[in-house]
């Protein structure tokens, strides 16, 4: 809505032209790409503009998507990008941040609408190799314009960790709880703080983990209340519903 308004205005003042006003209103709701056809109109509908999922495509269709986004003038964030392909995107594209952990890339040229909520989201992760599906919950968050704090390596095999950073987790207003194996630290957490648990499943574990689909069964059987359970290895689902639910209990 504010680039609406930006452009009307320049063009009100003089700055912009009718083609250039034209131009641009020809983008909503979507600008067809052959290949992708990419909703500029999402971020009038959502609060926030569209993501790229990275994975299944190249490097040259992500970076099409990514100027086109970029010269209407939305913030990008592209998930489930390796390093090969991000150092291509990057070489296209040019000034845009691939963060290794979270296997996203971002560009942000503007604020995201509405206020910052105050409340933190809580990133709290069982073991190191979960950390890869915390880390894209965690900066999906942050993209959204939200405060978050990270507390990884948690997991119920030492379970002192965890009441050791006790004080600070019932302070967070939305928890996203990643874990594999047996997916117990969603329950545990959910019994210890006040705000809403999003557990998120890991394909860590053994033979008998099947790839995170023992971790998904034990979520959705918690016996805490107040835990919603995204899918497998679904880091971004998480932090995208983390930020919404902190924006609207903050009334931003």
Same mark, same amino acid.
């Given at each position: ?7 009307l205005?320049e ?8 083609g250039?006003v ?10 067809d ?13 959502r ?5 790229i ?5 190249t490097? @040259? $269709?992500?970076a099409?998507?990514a100027? *086109?986004? /970029?010269?209407?003038g939305?913030?990008v964030?592209? &998930? ?7 150092e ?9 941040e691939?963060?290794?952990r ?11 609408p509405?206020?910052v909520?105050?409340?933190p @989201? $809580? ?5 190191? *190799?979960? /950390? ?7 900066? &999906? ?7 978050v ?21 019932r ?15 969603p ?27 023992a ?12 835990v919603?359970?995204v ?14 639910i902190?924006r ?5």
């Amino acid at each position: 809505m504010r680039k609406v308004e930006e452009i009307l205005r320049e063009f009100k003042d003089g700055a912009a032209s009718m083609g250039d006003v034209l131009e641009y209103l020809e983008k909503l709701p979507f600008e067809d790409l052959c290949f992708a056809k990419v909703d500029h109109h999402r971020c009038l509908r959502r609060g926030f503009a569209e993501v790229i999922y990275g994975e299944g495509k190249t490097a @040259v $269709q992500i970076a099409e998507i990514a100027r *086109s986004m /970029i010269q209407f003038g939305s913030n990008v964030l592209i &998930t489930r990008v390796d390093e090969q392909k991000a150092e291509a995107v990057m070489a296209i594209i040019g000034e845009i941040e691939y963060h290794p952990r979270a296997r996203a890339m971002t560009f942000r040229q503007q604020a995201e609408p509405g206020l910052v909520p105050e409340g933190p @989201v $809580q990133v709290i992760c069982a073991g190191s *190799s979960d /950390i890869p599906v915390a880390e894209e919950a965690a900066l &999906t968050a942050e993209f959204m314009g939200n405060r978050v704090q990270r507390h990884f390596d948690m997991g119920v095999a030492g379970i002192h960790r965890l009441l050791g950073a006790w004080e600070e987790l019932r302070r967070g207003c939305v928890h996203v709880v990643v874990a594999g194996m047996e997916g117990a630290l969603p329950s545990v957490v959910a019994g210890l703080v006040k705000g809403p648990v999003i557990a998120v499943p890991t394909s860590v574990g053994y033979g008998a983990s099947f790839g995170g689909m023992a971790a998904l069964l034990g979520m959705l059987n918690s016996c805490s209340p107040g835990v919603c359970v995204v899918n497998i290895d679904n880091g971004f689902g998480a932090g995208y519903l983390a930020a919404i639910i902190n924006r609207q209990s903050h009334g931003c």
